[in-house]
């Protein structure tokens, strides 16, 4: 409650100069914008198709990410207000206006166009138009922005804050999302309406070309960086199935696997043939020998018969030759001639034989004919029996040599089809990044093609209400509260004692009094200056007073203490003194210096009062008695003990 009356006196001090100080503001205020121009604004809307429109990745129009709703149209927003843009609108915009020969209310009013005259001169318009082409007065002014960046006319247009193709203007556009719908609206403020009205008109298609820009230059690299990858990829597959082509052709391959099978069934059919006529020479062998035991009378006789030596030998040849064409070429017209010829080799050699032995019998007295016939046949079985193990003992040779060319070649073949399937899988996966690339391309094309201008900018007819009396209105309470603000601020970071209200509150000690300055009393009108020091002296001693024990002997002894010179002890002491006086009291002041006591390093020593001065204080009700500045001077701690009360005076 004290420190709230204690602001509130501090605000009553300063009201005065507070309405002073406010009133002055608001005139100046008022004075200098009496001839603000008035604005209009134009607004436009354009549609995103964000969160609800269809996409090449999202064509259902599912529900979309928040935060990256969000991230996109933050980023659409910021590529609106980045310097690029926005320099590219006031140049397009001055490309128009360079074009206009004339002013116009569509197009620029009269002050506009006197100003552009005034910062471009007849020459630099003649350098920088170019007649029916904007496009080609665009370039041109872009040459002369880079090329005479410092000079002064640029300076003027492009980075004036009054000049409507400067960034510092156009950057004051307003750029907001409609609530949580697909819109944004852009909103600009400019003096003139015509002016107002283009510049959203051209940020609109500058906005929009720059969205698909950045959007397809962001996957352009991506796109052309997968087709190289898919084509080096394609490459080395032909490379991998070429390899694999001129493997197959030089070793004669058509289909590895059908052949290892055919190879390996004509194998399998080999054995069990050969193991059959192994069995079957075995028992040809044993008739042979068995026979050829039954005829051994007659065997001398026949085995230097040369002529039928020679055709055993000769039908011998035959059939080794019909067992090579049944094992490997199967040609049935030749097959049938040798078979012929071989029949009648035996036939003749059955005759010979019959012709040779007719009357002969074996030793059991068999007929010998009946002998040599089952011999002649036996002895020609074997012999095409052993013709044919002969042959197939080559075919598995040739089978052995087989095997081994083949498994060389079958993992050869294996490492180059693995080669191709790592080369194809890796292709495969390239042309499948490669066409996300393009679906993503075509989508980010489809996106920023999707940015409509649902809302055309508008030409504005009518000026914004002016805001002069609201900036005089501001200007007064600004001005009107900074000042007690001020004052508020320095009175809290003011830590002098100010009152003794704040003294007892530093100190921990009890405030008994505050002495104010006599020019203070003797100013307040309504208020008897004597009568009023009277009551607050005598306020002030009742306090004092109250320390004097019942009984006590005079004098009352008082000590005024200080703790710098010219805090007040003497001015207190004589007005103490005074008020004493008026009510009867014998008081005695014991000062310092001239006509007191002397002030010296003795004076520490000092145990009583008496040593001070010759006057019987005895003989005095009460003793005032100034004790020098504490700090700045020697002073007696006994006669602070001795003492009846120590008043601490200080100044505030």
């Not at 002369?144 to 950057?171: C, H, L, Q, R, T």
């Not at 059939?319 to 071989?342: F, G, H, P, Q």
Request: proline residues 2%; charged residues 25%; glycine residues 4%.
């Amino acid at each position: 409650m004290t420190n709230l009356i204690h602001f509130i006196r501090l605000l009553q001090r300063n009201l005065k100069w507070m309405f002073a100080l406010a009133i002055l503001t608001s005139v100046v205020v008022f004075w200098f914008t009496r001839n603000t121009p008035k604005e209009y604004q134009s607004e436009t809307e354009i549609f995103t198709g964000i969160t609800s429109g269809l996409s090449i990745e999202n064509v259902d129009g599912g529900k979309t990410d928040f935060f990256a709703s969000n991230n996109a149209f933050d980023n659409l927003i910021n590529i609106i207000q980045s310097r690029q843009t926005l320099q590219e609108v006031g140049m397009r915009l001055l490309a128009n206006h360079l074009m206009v020969k004339e002013p116009s209310l569509e197009v620029i009013s009269q002050e506009s166009f006197d100003q552009l005259n005034e910062w471009i001169n007849a020459e630099t318009r003649a350098k920088l138009v170019v007649a029916g082409d904007t496009e080609a007065t665009y370039q041109n002014i872009l040459t002369w922005y880079k090329n005479e960046f410092y000079a002064d006319a640029v300076g003027m247009v492009f980075n004036s804050g009054a000049s409507p193709y400067s960034y510092k203007s156009i950057k004051n556009i307003t750029v907001m999302r409609v609530q949580n719908s697909d819109l944004l609206r852009i909103s600009y403020l400019w003096t003139d309406p015509a002016i107002a009205q283009q510049t959203l008109e051209i940020l609109n298609h500058v906005f929009i070309r720059m969205v698909a820009d950045i959007k397809v230059a962001q996957t352009n690299d991506i796109v052309a960086y997968f087709r190289k990858q898919v084509s080096m990829a394609n490459d080395r597959l032909s490379v991998a199935e070429e390899k694999l082509k001129i493997f197959k052709t030089e070793n004669r391959v058509i289909n590895y696997g059908e052949q290892t099978k055919s190879i390996a069934m004509m194998k399998e059919y080999m054995e069990d043939e050969y193991q059959k006529e192994i069995a079957a020479l075995a028992s040809e062998e044993a008739a042979v020998r068995k026979l050829e035991k039954q005829l051994s009378v007659n065997k001398e006789m026949l085995k230097y018969s040369e002529n039928l030596l020679s055709k055993r030998q000769t039908l011998a040849d035959i059939n080794s030759k019909i067992a090579v064409l049944e094992v490997y070429l199967n040609d049935e017209e030749t097959l049938s001639n040798l078979r012929n010829e071989a029949a009648k080799l035996k036939a003749e050699m059955s005759n010979d034989l019959l012709s040779r032995m007719e009357y002969s019998r074996t030793t059991e007295g068999v007929p010998v004919n009946r002998i040599l016939e089952e011999w002649l046949d036996n002895t020609l079985a074997l012999d095409r029996t052993k013709a044919r193990i002969k042959v197939y003992e080559n075919r598995k040779v040739y089978f052995n040599d087989l095997y081994d060319e083949f498994s060389v070649i079958g993992s050869t073949i294996g490492k180059i089809e693995r080669e191709i399937s790592i080369e194809e899988k890796n292709y495969l996966e390239l042309l499948h990044s490669l066409n996300l690339a393009l679906m993503r391309m075509s989508s980010e094309t489809l996106a920023s093609d999707g940015l409509q201008v649902t809302v055309a900018p508008f030409f504005p007819l009518s000026p914004l209400p002016s805001k002069r009396m609201l900036l005089v209105m501001l200007s007064f309470i600004l001005t009107f509260a900074l000042p007690f603000v001020w004052a508020v601020a320095k009175d809290l970071l003011d830590l002098s004692i100010k009152s003794g209200v704040r003294l007892a509150k530093f100190s921990g000690a009890p405030h008994i009094g505050s002495l104010p300055q006599e020019r203070l009393v003797t100013s307040l009108k309504s208020v008897d200056a004597d009568k009023f020091t009277s009551q607050y002296l005598r306020l002030i001693w009742s306090k004092i007073e109250s320390q004097k024990g019942a009984g006590e002997k005079k004098p009352f002894v008082v000590n005024l203490v200080s703790l710098r010179k010219t805090e007040g002890k003497s001015y207190a002491a004589a007005k103490l003194s005074q008020e004493l006086q008026k009510q009867g009291l014998h008081v005695y002041s014991l000062t310092t210096g001239e006509g007191g006591y002397e002030v010296n390093q003795k004076l520490s020593q000092v145990t009583k009062l008496e040593e001070l001065t010759s006057e019987p204080l005895n003989e005095y009700d009460v003793v005032l008695v100034e004790i020098p500045a504490l700090i700045d001077e020697p002073y007696s701690k006994n006669l602070l003990k001795t003492s009846h009360a120590n008043i601490v005076v200080t100044w505030a």
